[in-house]
């Protein structure tokens, strides 16, 4: 079974956000334990989430 889980830097408070991407491209939001900014894919934080996924791409090869 793969690994989905990865991190990001929270845009607001740069805390690092744990995020499952497979979720994620389900729809599933993750939101920021420090300042609860949510994270999904709905919204302005669509290139946050593309810089995850390509981060993430670049870990599995
Ligand atoms: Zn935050």
New binding site residues.
């Given amino acids: 079974m793969v690994d989905n889980n990865t991190k990001i830097n ?1 845009p ?2 740069n ?1 690092e956000i744990i995020i499952n991407t497979k979720q994620l491209l389900l729809g599933v939001k993750f939101s ?1 334990f ?2 609860n ?1 949510v994270v999904g894919l709905a919204n302005e934080s669509k290139s946050v989430v593309s810089d995850a996924m390509n981060q993430f791409s670049k870990i599995k090869s």
């Fill in positions: 929270c607001d408070c805390e920021c420090n300042c900014l």
